[in-house]
């Protein structure tokens, strides 16, 4: 059974404060993504990495970066958070599972609160 | 750009009543597509997938989905829904062959009424 982990379930902190959300998946996969998930607007993709130290920019970039160190592992990163960061963030892994055909699995989400 | 529509924002249904979500995308080419379930205080879920071949899908808990090609949709059902399928449903779209990019619907929220 695929596992996807996220260090917090709930995150409060104040504006202008450096952020690190953690992601861990047990599965091998090479993929992983960060998306943030509001209301009404869906999941929305911040960053993806397809291989160790290799990312590239989503949909909604501005104010995140990422790391990957290690192959289970993947950061994402608040340089200064800011109130309209207030959001559900989801992690993700993927991996093939046909031709040319990827399928994804969640983490919990760290629901974050920016004050 | 990608886009995924979901034709209702929220649903209110009795238990026993049918269920029809209605999912389009804005692109041609070969598509994948995909249902998520996401219960109350849980993470998303895989309720079905379509990759190719027959064009409806089961899925779990009872669920089907059915790919319209020329409709551009992927359209989620069950005939008899129950007070446990209250949850916010996803459609996604991921186009084959363009790699990683997936791409979510706004999601419809689904209360069942016991």
């Known amino acids: 059974d695929v596992k996807v982990t996220q260090s917090s379930r709930y995150l409060v902190k104040r504006t202008g404060e450096k952020v690190f959300l953690e992601c861990v998946q047990d599965m091998d996969h090479e993929n992983m993504f960060w998306y943030r998930q509001d209301p009404g607007l869906g999941l929305r993709l911040i960053y993806f990495s397809y291989d160790v130290k290799m990312k590239e920019k989503g949909d909604i970039p501005e104010g995140y970066s990422v790391s990957r160190e290690k192959k289970e592992r993947f950061s994402l990163i608040l340089e200064s958070a800011s109130t309209n960061q207030t959001s559900m963030y989801l992690c993700?892994?993927?991996?093939?599972?046909?031709?040319?055909?990827?399928?994804?699995?969640f983490g919990p989400g760290t629901r974050l609160t920016v004050t | 750009a990608q886009s995924v529509s979901q034709h209702n924002h929220h649903v209110i249904l009795s238990e026993a009543a049918s269920l029809e979500l209605g999912c389009n995308y804005s692109y041609g080419g070969t598509v994948n597509l995909f249902w998520y379930v996401q219960y109350p205080g849980q993470h998303l879920q895989l309720l079905l997938k379509?990759?190719?071949?027959?064009?409806l899908v089961k899925g779990i808990k009872g669920f089907e989905a059915e790919f319209i090609k020329s409709k551009f949709s992927f359209n989620l059902r069950k005939p008899s829904v129950q007070w446990s399928d209250t949850a916010e449903y996803f459609c996604?779209?991921?186009?084959?062959?363009?790699?990683?990019?997936?791409?979510f619907g706004p999601g419809t929220r689904l209360s069942v009424l016991p």
């Open positions: 993700a892994s993927s991996f093939l599972a046909g031709d040319s055909s990827y399928e994804q699995y």
């Open positions: 379509y990759f190719s071949g027959d064009p």
């Open positions: 996604a779209v991921n186009r084959r062959n363009y790699g990683q990019n997936f791409v």
